[in-house]
Every structure is written in structure tokens, then in C-alpha cells.
């Protein structure tokens, strides 16, 4: 009876040594799991929280900072109010369109007349911009510590809707880019706040007359100048968002 009892005392340690690199392995495995699980931030803590509301309605106030046009008869800048609406279209891509009114005059020449009589005075007009794009949103469908940093880029016109001067310029409607980077503030609830600097960029034409030479042989753009010109348009403005539909 001896025998038998040596052998069966034995082959529970030979299973358990077998055993144990399996439960070393299987640790070593899990290790990583848990490790991971304990990343970020739980959901009470993250940064990170979801934006509920897919479309808005914004008003906005600024100011438009026209860039000076060679001949210095385009519109000038002033204070600028307008609206947009965002529809989003899924991820990041926010459908957006703009309008905005810039108050605002321009110089009225006549280019015949000599450089000391040309200016006939100035035209207090306002200008309408309007565009249509497309907004990122840098952080998706989630804003980061409740703000959302946002990139636009569009097409449009601007327009004063006023006739030709004397000497023919007329700024009409003319075709616009517009660009822009802000962020948005999304504290919770339907209101957001947001911030925006942007430019328009457009093209001004000037009749064959500014660069002749007029009744005292000198012209109103400079010799060889064109007589097309773009110009930049930088714009700040602030505003706050109604938002709609979950």
C-alpha cells in the first residue's frame, strides 16, 4: 500500500506545475485589459461632452475691415450685423449659410477732373454680403471643456446695389471668398455663444479712364497699374446661437 500512495500524492504537484505558466500567461494577458480600462477620464470627469443639437440660428455683430482698393473708391469699413444658420450634415461638416450688412460710405471720384477736383464727395452706402459653405468642427460631435473650435470656407457676393459713378466705377455685386476660424461656446441648454475672424476677398474693376491721364496729365492709378485689383476684407465679430433639433 505504500506504492500507491507515493504516486498519488505526486500527481497533484505535477498537475499544478503545469499549471502554473498557463496562470502566469493568463495574468500577464489580462494586465494590459485592465490597464487600458483605466484610461481617460470616466464619463462624469471627461472634457469631452456630446453636442445635442444639430442645426442653429445665429445673430452676430462686428466690425468688416475693408482693405483700401488702389484707387480708393470701393467700399470702406464700418460696423457689420448679420445672421447664419448651421445645419449639421454628419462628423464635423456643419452646412452653413451667411448674410451681414456692413455700414458703410465710399469716395466718389471723377477721374477726368484734375487730381485736386476729383473727389466729388462721398456716397453713404451700406454693403451686403452674403455666402454659402461648409464649417469643421475641429472636435467633432463634441465640444472640449464646452468649446468647439471651428474652420469655414465659402462663396458668395458683396454688393452695394449702387449705380456708376461719373468716371463709370460701379461696385455692383461682385463674387466673394469667404474664409473664417472661430469657436463656439456651448455651455448646455439651447444657447451657445461664438466668436469669428474672418476675411472676404473680392475683385474690384475700374474703367479704362483711371489709368489715363486726365485734364492735368495725371491719372488716378499709378502708370502701368491694373485696372483689376482683389482685396481682403478681415472681419471680427461675436454673436449668440439658438440651437435646434436634437
Known amino acids: 500500500m505504500t506504492a500507491p500512495q507515493r504516486a498519488i500524492s505526486v500527481a497533484p504537484a505535477g498537475r499544478a506545475a503545469r499549471l502554473l505558466p498557463l496562470s502566469v500567461l493568463a495574468l500577464g494577458a489580462a494586465t494590459p485589459i485592465c490597464a487600458a480600462a483605466q484610461v481617460g477620464h470616466p464619463p462624469t470627469t471627461s472634457p469631452f461632452v456630446d453636442l445635442e443639437w444639430r442645426q442653429g440660428a445665429s ?18 469699413g464700418g460696423p457689420m450685423v448679420g445672421v447664419r444658420y448651421d445645419v449639421g450634415l454628419g462628423g464635423p461638416a456643419i452646412f452653413t449659410g451667411r448674410i451681414a450688412s456692413v455700414v458703410s460710405e465710399r469716395t466718389v471720384l471723377d477721374p477726368a477732373r484734375p487730381a485736386g477736383a476729383r473727389v466729388l464727395g462721398t456716397e ?11 464649417s469643421l468642427a475641429l472636435t467633432g460631435q463634441k465640444s472640449y471643456r464646452r468649446l468647439v473650435p471651428v474652420v469655414y470656407g465659402g462663396v458668395g457676393v ?12 460701379r461696385f455692383g455685386t461682385r463674387f466673394a471668398i469667404a474664409t473664417a ?17 474672418g476675411t472676404h476677398l473680392y475683385q474690384v474693376r475700374y474703367p479704362d479712364i483711371y489709368g489715363a491721364p486726365g485734364l492735368d496729365s495725371t491719372s488716378v492709378l499709378a502708370p502701368g497699374r491694373s485696372t483689376r485689383a482683389w482685396i481682403g476684407n478681415p472681419s471680427l465679430t461675436v454673436g449668440a446661437t439658438y440651437q435646434l433639433f436634437r
Open 158 to 169: 458683396a454688393s452695394n446695389f449702387a449705380s456708376a459713378d461719373p468716371g463709370g466705377f
Open 124 to 134: 453713404q452706402r451700406p454693403l451686403t454680403i452674403a455666402d454659402l459653405g461648409i
Open 59 to 76: 445673430a452676430f455683430a462686428g466690425w468688416f475691415a475693408a482693405g483700401r482698393d488702389p484707387a480708393g473708391v470701393a467700399p470702406q
Open 181 to 197: 476660424a472661430g469657436v463656439r461656446y456651448v455651455p448646455g441648454g439651447r444657447w451657445a455663444l461664438r466668436a469669428d475672424l
